[in-house]
């Protein structure tokens, strides 16, 4: 079965820092990977996704994440926070099933 | 826009009434799929369609829960006889083919409350 983790259900930076959201996947097949952005009373937008080509994978927004299989993570970055990137993001994980298996999203608070 | 659309965006209803939640989906777009974003549960996947046939119904919590799609867009996930743990947000989403690959493209959202 998959699943996927992502450890800190809140992370809080200052503006011009350095984002790090993890995400950790249990897949029994090559995944599909998807992150996902929710602004408040918004729906979900999509980020990013890996789809097996290139490991290193670049967003909207400046954000980029790196698949990693041997550590089976999928840790979203962006080298500088801004104050328009306060959100929930969630990880999900798709296998040939299609549907997406979300972990429990980390709301991103941003200070001044 | 060209958006995925939901209504009503919001739902007060009472213990026990059925309610109705629609979603229409990108226009083209053959794959739907419902889920449902709760406090305690976080994001869960309901339901998925493939032009009107639904190969996958494992998500769907109980037996008050049907979802149905006519033409081949807008979808219906009718809720009977609710129940205060339903309460939550209904999310829809597009795509334009079953493929595993494919972004999803969700919608607002429906807010149910049941009191």
């Known amino acids: 079965a998959q699943s996927v983790t992502q450890l800190g259900s809140h992370v809080s930076v200052s503006e011009g820092a350095l984002v790090l959201l993890r995400c950790n996947y249990s897949s029994s097949v090559p995944p599909y990977l998807f992150w996902y952005v929710q602004y408040p009373n918004q729906g979900l937008q999509l980020l990013l996704k890996y789809t097996s080509a290139a490991t290193l994978v670049k967003g909207i927004n400046g954000f980029e994440a790196e698949f990693k299989k041997s550590e089976t993570s999928f840790h979203l970055t962006k080298p500088s926070a801004h104050m328009s990137d306060a959100a929930e993001y969630f990880c999900a994980v798709s296998d040939n099933t299609d549907k997406l298996i979300f972990g429990t999203g980390t709301r991103l608070q941003v200070f001044p | 826009g060209a958006g995925v659309s939901q209504s009503p965006s919001n739902k007060v209803t009472e213990k026990g009434k059925d309610v109705e939640l629609r979603c229409d989906p990108i226009?083209?777009?053959?794959?739907l799929y419902w889920y449902r974003q709760s406090l305690g549960q976080g994001l869960e996947f309901l339901i998925y369609?493939?032009?009107?046939?639904?190969?996958?119904k494992s998500g769907l919590p109980s037996d008050r829960f049907s979802a149905e799609r006519t033409g081949g867009s807008v979808s219906t996930l009718t809720i009977q006889r609710t129940q205060q743990e339903d309460s939550a947000v209904y999310l829809c989403?597009?795509?334009?083919?079953?493929?595993?690959?494919?972004?999803?493209?969700f919608g607002p959202g429906t807010r149910l409350t049941v009191l």
């Open positions: 369609f493939q032009g009107n046939s639904a190969p996958d």
């Open positions: 226009s083209g777009h053959t794959a």
């Open positions: 989403a597009s795509s334009s083919s079953l493929v595993a690959s494919n972004e999803q493209f």
